[in-house]
């Protein structure tokens, strides 16, 4: 079982910043993938982010060159980094692991809410 929980989010200016955290109850080295969606009103759920255990990220093409992902096993914690926000990116965003190795395990945290708006 693996807990994750986000902060960070809030309200932000259009081209403001924001550094999203999301803490996981176990060292995330063990977790083969780590991820961030979000939910924008009357959208589906889609993938903004991904790192892998061994440092492989991806983004999706609308925030690719503005937003970061990243991980310090030490504190066990994965980071989104969100710079030039726009109000397109205002959405509840979730922490996300999956375990692959022996099955497939699947764990989501409770969602912080980020508002871009002047």
């Known amino acids: 079982q693996v807990l994750l929980v986000e902060s960070g989010g809030g309200l932000v200016q259009p081209g403001g910043s924001l550094r999203l955290s999301c803490a996981a109850s176990?060292?995330?080295?063990?977790?083969?993938?780590m991820a961030w969606y979000r939910q924008a009103p009357g959208k589906e759920r889609e993938l903004v982010a991904s790192?892998?255990?061994?440092?492989?990220?991806n983004y999706a093409d609308s925030v690719k060159g503005r937003f970061t992902i990243s991980r310090d096993n030490a504190k066990n914690t994965v980071y989104l980094q969100m710079d030039s926000l726009s109000p397109e990116d205002t959405a509840v965003y979730y922490c996300?692991?999956?375990?692959?190795?022996?099955?497939?395990?699947?764990?989501w945290g409770q969602g912080t809410q980020v508002t871009v708006s002047s």
């Open positions: 176990r060292n995330i080295f063990s977790i083969h993938y």
């Open positions: 790192i892998t255990n061994g440092g492989t990220s």
């Open positions: 996300n692991a999956k375990i692959v190795v022996p099955d497939f395990r699947e764990y």
